[in-house]
Protein backbone atom coordinates (compact mmCIF):
# COMPACT_ATOMS: atom_id res chain seq x y z
CA UNK A 1 0.00 0.00 0.00
CA UNK A 2 1.77 3.39 -1.04
CA UNK A 3 -0.71 5.42 1.68
CA UNK A 4 1.53 7.57 3.78
CA UNK A 5 -0.59 6.61 6.28
CA UNK A 6 0.56 3.36 6.26
CA UNK A 7 3.62 3.76 5.91
CA UNK A 8 4.25 6.02 8.76
CA UNK A 9 2.14 4.01 11.30
CA UNK A 10 4.35 1.18 10.36
CA UNK A 11 7.56 3.33 11.18
CA UNK A 12 8.48 4.51 7.75
CA UNK A 13 9.19 8.01 6.97
CA UNK A 14 7.56 9.84 4.34
CA UNK A 15 7.99 12.38 2.26
CA UNK A 16 6.41 13.58 -1.15
CA UNK A 17 8.48 16.58 -2.89
CA UNK A 18 7.06 18.87 -5.04
CA UNK A 19 8.34 18.56 -8.83
CA UNK A 20 9.52 21.10 -11.33
CA UNK A 21 9.16 19.96 -14.31
CA UNK A 22 10.88 21.30 -17.39
CA UNK A 23 9.22 20.63 -21.30
CA UNK A 24 11.01 17.14 -22.64
CA UNK A 25 12.61 16.85 -19.15
CA UNK A 26 10.37 14.81 -17.08
CA UNK A 27 13.28 12.47 -15.59
CA UNK A 28 15.99 14.92 -15.23
CA UNK A 29 13.41 17.08 -13.60
CA UNK A 30 12.65 13.78 -11.38
CA UNK A 31 15.94 13.86 -9.96
CA UNK A 32 16.46 17.14 -9.49
CA UNK A 33 13.66 17.84 -7.32
CA UNK A 34 13.70 14.64 -5.15
CA UNK A 35 17.07 14.27 -4.87
CA UNK A 36 17.42 17.63 -2.85
CA UNK A 37 14.68 16.81 -0.61
CA UNK A 38 15.79 13.41 0.30
CA UNK A 39 19.37 15.02 1.03
CA UNK A 40 17.89 17.69 3.07
CA UNK A 41 15.39 14.86 5.21
CA UNK A 42 19.19 12.77 6.03
CA UNK A 43 21.04 16.12 6.76
CA UNK A 44 18.47 16.62 9.37
CA UNK A 45 19.34 13.01 10.83
CA UNK A 46 15.47 11.81 10.26
CA UNK A 47 16.41 8.89 8.12
CA UNK A 48 18.75 6.22 7.76
CA UNK A 49 20.27 7.23 4.94
CA UNK A 50 21.60 3.63 4.24
CA UNK A 51 17.81 2.61 3.79
CA UNK A 52 15.79 5.04 1.44
CA UNK A 53 13.29 3.34 -1.15
CA UNK A 54 11.33 5.27 -3.37
CA UNK A 55 7.69 4.04 -4.65
CA UNK A 56 5.55 5.21 -7.18
CA UNK A 57 2.40 4.25 -9.67
CA UNK A 58 2.04 5.36 -12.88
CA UNK A 59 3.85 8.02 -13.65
CA UNK A 60 5.19 7.87 -10.15
CA UNK A 61 6.18 4.47 -11.18
CA UNK A 62 8.33 5.93 -14.06
CA UNK A 63 10.27 7.88 -11.27
CA UNK A 64 10.84 5.26 -9.73
CA UNK A 65 12.47 3.58 -12.53
CA UNK A 66 14.32 6.95 -13.56
CA UNK A 67 15.44 7.28 -9.22
CA UNK A 68 16.54 3.60 -9.33
CA UNK A 69 18.67 3.99 -12.58
CA UNK A 70 20.00 7.39 -12.02
CA UNK A 71 20.57 8.13 -8.05
CA UNK A 72 22.60 6.41 -5.61
CA UNK A 73 20.73 7.52 -2.80
CA UNK A 74 18.12 4.67 -3.16
CA UNK A 75 18.86 1.44 -1.80
CA UNK A 76 15.40 -0.20 -3.45
CA UNK A 77 12.26 0.69 -5.59
CA UNK A 78 9.02 0.03 -6.14
CA UNK A 79 7.57 1.04 -9.62
CA UNK A 80 4.01 0.10 -10.40
CA UNK A 81 2.45 0.60 -13.95
CA UNK A 82 5.26 2.38 -14.79
CA UNK A 83 6.54 3.62 -17.81
CA UNK A 84 10.14 2.26 -18.61
CA UNK A 85 11.05 2.77 -22.14
CA UNK A 86 10.30 6.63 -23.59
CA UNK A 87 10.84 5.52 -27.26
CA UNK A 88 8.18 2.59 -27.35
CA UNK A 89 5.77 4.00 -24.52
CA UNK A 90 5.36 7.11 -26.89
CA UNK A 91 3.74 5.55 -29.74
CA UNK A 92 1.53 3.26 -27.48
CA UNK A 93 -2.08 3.35 -26.69
CA UNK A 94 -4.48 4.26 -24.00
CA UNK A 95 -6.87 1.10 -24.85
CA UNK A 96 -9.42 2.66 -22.92
CA UNK A 97 -9.11 6.21 -24.34
CA UNK A 98 -6.75 7.80 -26.52
CA UNK A 99 -3.18 7.32 -28.29
CA UNK A 100 -0.20 7.73 -26.34
CA UNK A 101 0.79 10.64 -28.58
CA UNK A 102 -2.08 12.93 -27.35
CA UNK A 103 -0.87 12.56 -23.60
CA UNK A 104 2.62 12.44 -24.48
CA UNK A 105 3.61 15.82 -26.16
CA UNK A 106 1.69 18.34 -23.96
CA UNK A 107 0.57 16.07 -21.03
CA UNK A 108 2.52 14.47 -17.58
CA UNK A 109 5.45 13.93 -20.00
CA UNK A 110 5.69 16.99 -21.80
CA UNK A 111 8.06 15.83 -24.50
CA UNK A 112 6.75 18.62 -26.62
CA UNK A 113 7.41 17.07 -29.87
CA UNK A 114 7.86 13.09 -31.32
CA UNK A 115 10.80 10.76 -30.31
CA UNK A 116 12.32 11.49 -33.54
CA UNK A 117 12.48 15.21 -33.01
CA UNK A 118 14.73 15.47 -30.27
CA UNK A 119 15.93 11.22 -29.60
CA UNK A 120 18.63 12.36 -27.37
CA UNK A 121 15.66 13.66 -24.73
CA UNK A 122 13.79 10.66 -25.22
CA UNK A 123 17.07 8.41 -24.36
CA UNK A 124 18.19 10.88 -21.77
CA UNK A 125 14.66 10.25 -19.95
CA UNK A 126 14.10 6.31 -20.60
CA UNK A 127 15.25 4.12 -17.49
CA UNK A 128 15.65 1.17 -19.95
CA UNK A 129 18.21 3.00 -21.43
CA UNK A 130 20.55 3.06 -18.15
CA UNK A 131 19.00 -0.21 -16.33
CA UNK A 132 22.19 -1.87 -16.79
CA UNK A 133 23.64 0.76 -14.52
CA UNK A 134 20.90 0.95 -12.12
CA UNK A 135 22.06 2.44 -8.86
CA UNK A 136 19.57 0.84 -6.36
CA UNK A 137 20.33 -2.50 -5.22
CA UNK A 138 16.83 -3.85 -5.66
CA UNK A 139 13.63 -3.15 -7.86
CA UNK A 140 9.92 -4.74 -7.27
CA UNK A 141 8.08 -4.38 -10.53
CA UNK A 142 4.31 -4.19 -10.55
CA UNK A 143 2.57 -4.65 -13.90
CA UNK A 144 -1.27 -5.03 -14.36
CA UNK A 145 -2.04 -8.03 -16.93
CA UNK A 146 -5.35 -5.87 -18.18
CA UNK A 147 -3.81 -2.73 -17.54
CA UNK A 148 -5.62 0.20 -20.26
CA UNK A 149 -2.97 2.64 -19.60
CA UNK A 150 0.35 1.44 -19.04
CA UNK A 151 1.42 -1.72 -20.71
CA UNK A 152 2.76 -4.64 -18.68
CA UNK A 153 5.70 -5.14 -21.51
CA UNK A 154 7.05 -1.70 -19.99
CA UNK A 155 7.67 -3.69 -16.67
CA UNK A 156 8.45 -6.97 -18.20
CA UNK A 157 11.38 -4.88 -20.31
CA UNK A 158 12.64 -3.34 -18.21
CA UNK A 159 12.85 -6.22 -15.49
CA UNK A 160 14.23 -8.28 -18.55
CA UNK A 161 17.25 -5.95 -18.81
CA UNK A 162 17.81 -5.75 -15.26
CA UNK A 163 17.90 -9.42 -15.04
CA UNK A 164 20.06 -9.97 -18.29
CA UNK A 165 22.61 -6.77 -16.19
CA UNK A 166 23.17 -8.93 -13.38
CA UNK A 167 20.71 -6.58 -11.23
CA UNK A 168 18.28 -7.62 -8.34
CA UNK A 169 14.92 -6.94 -9.94
CA UNK A 170 11.60 -8.80 -9.01
CA UNK A 171 8.87 -8.25 -11.13
CA UNK A 172 4.99 -9.38 -10.01
CA UNK A 173 1.65 -9.37 -12.72
Same mark, same amino acid.
Given at each position: ???????????????? &?????? /????? !?? !???? +?????????? #?????? *????????????????????????????????? $??????????????? $???????????????? /? &??? *????????? &?????? *?????? $?? $?? +??????? !? *????????????? #??????????
Amino acid at each position: NYSANVLTKNGHFGRM &PDIVFR /PREPG !VA !VLHS +VEPAVRAVIA #RGLVDA *DNIGHCGHSQGGYEAFYLATHSKLFKTAVAGAG $ISDMISFAGQMHWNS $IPEFAHWETGQFRMEV /P &PWE *DMAAMLRNS &PLSRAH *DMQAKS $IL $IE +VGGDDGT !V *DKGQGAQFWNYAR #RAGKDAVMLL
